[in-house]
């Protein structure tokens, strides 16, 4: 089952994986999965 994210959520997942961190540290911070964060920042 997916779950929707803001558009806010993904611009600030985006800027963070930019700054540096990891895709972990940052589905951490965000409490989202590691492949969202892989697939925003793609």
Known sequence: ??????EDLRLR???AV???KTTREVSAI???SPAFV?????
């Open 30 to 32: 965000y409490q989202v």
């Open 18 to 20: 930019e700054s540096g």
């Open 1 to 6: 089952m997916s779950c929707l994210h803001s």
């Open 38 to 42: 892989s697939k925003v920042h793609q």
């Open 13 to 15: 997942v985006a800027k």
